[in-house]
């Protein structure tokens, strides 16, 4: 048995978590829409076609905000094709995911499915094939109140009220060759600013996201930050991140280590963020807008859904079928997010519903959560508060993570992963601090000890743990609930001090309730 020690303070914290931390995405990729969220017909679904049983799950599962349309379908796509009446929208080819695009579901449909979900909506623009004044329109049609023709013509729609949406993507991974009108740096950093300038002209409270680096491993990394915001500071709140952990070595502790890149990403980015700043002499702060990540790999290098089908509707592309280890990896990557809650204020989940989701469903039939549902789950419900800094004495391993991109394979040496990786926040309204453990270690129980300071007495609220004796587990239509979290039993509080005995390969959250000074 493995020991590690934690030592917290009250008064020394990271940050506070942005609601919009625990946001997800729907896109038009495969499933995500059609047969996912909106299944007119469907047993569940009511009379504007959204699943109620889907609704549910995500209810439980309460993201904050969503982001929409996509994700490399925006880059050409239209927003006019799917507005107005249904019978008359057109049926296009989407070339990001080879099928046809029928646009029954389009702004508006979003907007209500965003209220019937209780969440914040987050808009994407096409920067790929149209450009800035194309994003104007869209925000005129959905954010201004009347008195102009796109704004009356969305009230003609039906849609009385504008949209207010607050939070807009300028474009998505530009820097990509499989991206639809694909810029250089210096390219999309001059239309990204021309377009927030009139977005925000018409609606000046608006806040935007520039497109980063669709991955650290691209090869202009770093100097695109720098360009791309040497253009648009001014203009943009937010710069986006996008990661997808995988395990295509087939090596679970590589693959577990890989959240740590995450953390190393974050820094990369803030550094460069504040280097532009510097630079102007600027005290303004560009904060990360975290807006794709996941675990993603098995799927990613098949040719489903292409055109050898024939252009098919809302194909089943990228269904990612999560077990164990996928969870106990994208658990890690929650940890990530919620250390950086000084700079990481937004950050979306991709996707939702059946594409590389935590939510599966069948057409017609049941809908189930996958094994990564629980750790973003436990994440949205017990992480928001304030960030607390921790000190971690762990156990350690060293590793090799192999990340393939194209042609090249490119490996990165990890020499000290500790075994335990932790996040502590606390909620000041609630009175409760919880951690959030990960067990990184497959063969030995971990104990950890953890020295919660300036609290005062603390009780046990809950404990639980997410763990299955076969790492390749997963949940099916037919068993459901094979992964599922379960009691964590043996959790001491001795004062200030919190023993705890973590599973191998475990995920955990011990919520207690502190009574401050």
């Known amino acids: 048995m493995k020991e590690a020690h934690v030592i917290v303070d009250r008064d020394f914290a990271i940050g ?30 009511d009379e504007r076609g959204f699943r109620g049983d889907v609704l549910a799950l995500v209810r439980e599962l309460a993201p904050t ?26 049926r296009r080819l989407d070339l990001a995911w080879m099928s046809t695009e029928p646009n029954t579901f389009g702004t508006n449909e979003f907007m209500d499915w965003c209220r019937a979900a209780d969440v914040e909506p987050m808009l994407a623009v096409n920067l790929g094939t149209r450009g800035p004044d194309d994003a104007r329109r869209l925000l005129e049609y959905c954010n201004f109140p009347g008195g102009t023709e796109l704004s009356d013509l969305r009230r003609a729609h039906g849609w009385e009220k504008p949209h207010d949406v607050k939070f807009w993507c300028l474009g998505n991974e530009m820097d990509g060759p499989w991206q639809m009108e694909m810029k250089t740096a210096t390219e999309y950093g001059r239309i990204a600013t021309e377009a927030a300038k009139l977005m925000k002209w018409i609606d000046p409270t608006i806040e935007l996201a520039a497109c980063g680096s669709s991955s650290r491993n691209m090869p202009t990394f770093g100097s695109w930050e720098d360009t791309v915001l040497e253009h648009c500071f001014d203009h943009v709140e937010f710069i986006s991140l996008h990661t997808y952990l995988n395990n295509y070595a087939d090596d679970t502790p590589s693959f577990l280590a890989s959240a740590d890149l995450m953390d190393t990403f974050i820094d990369e980015v803030v550094a460069i963020a504040d280097a532009v700043a510097a630079r102007r002499r600027s005290d303004k702060r560009i904060m990360l807008s975290f807006d794709e990540w996941n675990v ?16 098919p509707v809302a194909p089943p592309i990228l269904e990612e079928i999560y077990d164990m280890q996928d969870a106990l990896a994208f658990g890690g990557a929650c940890l990530s997010l919620l250390n950086h809650a000084d700079r990481v204020k937004s950050a979306c989940l991709a996707q939702l519903v059946n594409a590389i989701a935590p939510i599966m469903t069948e057409t017609g039939g049941p809908a189930w959560r996958q094994s990564i549902f629980y750790p973003f789950r436990d994440m949205s419900r017990l992480g928001r508060g ?9 156990p350690t391993y060293s590793t090799v ?34 951690l959030f453990a990960l067990n990184r270690n497959l063969e030995e129980t971990l104990t950890v000890e953890t020295q919660v300071r300036g609290f005062g007495a603390l009780s046990l609220d809950e404990a639980h743990e997410l763990r299955h004796s076969d790492l390749k587990a997963t949940n099916t239509k037919d068993r459901p609930d094979e992964i599922r979290p379960a009691p964590l039993q043996g959790v001491e509080i001795t004062g200030d001090r919190v023993r705890a005995r973590l599973a191998p390969a475990s995920w955990n959250v011990i919520r207690l309730s502190a009574r401050r000074s």
């Open 16 to 45: 506070d978590t942005d609601p919009r931390l625990f946001g997800a995405f729907v896109e038009h990729l495969g499933r995500c829409v059609y047969g996912g969220i909106y299944e007119p017909g469907h047993p569940t679904a």
């Open 65 to 90: 905000i969503i982001r929409y349309p996509g994700g490399n379908f925006v880059s050409g796509y239209n927003w006019e094709d799917g507005v107005g009446p249904v019978e008359k929208r057109p």
């Open 296 to 311: 993603w790999y098995r799927t990613r290098r098949k040719n489903e859904g292409r055109t050898k089908l024939g252009w």
């Open 386 to 394: 304030r960030v607390l800094r921790t000190r971690v004495s762990s």
């Open 401 to 434: 993570y192999y990340d393939p991109r194209g042609t090249s394979e490119l490996r990165f040496p990890m020499p000290d992963v500790p075994y335990l990786k932790l996040s502590v926040v606390d909620n000041v309204e609630e009175g409760t601090v919880t």
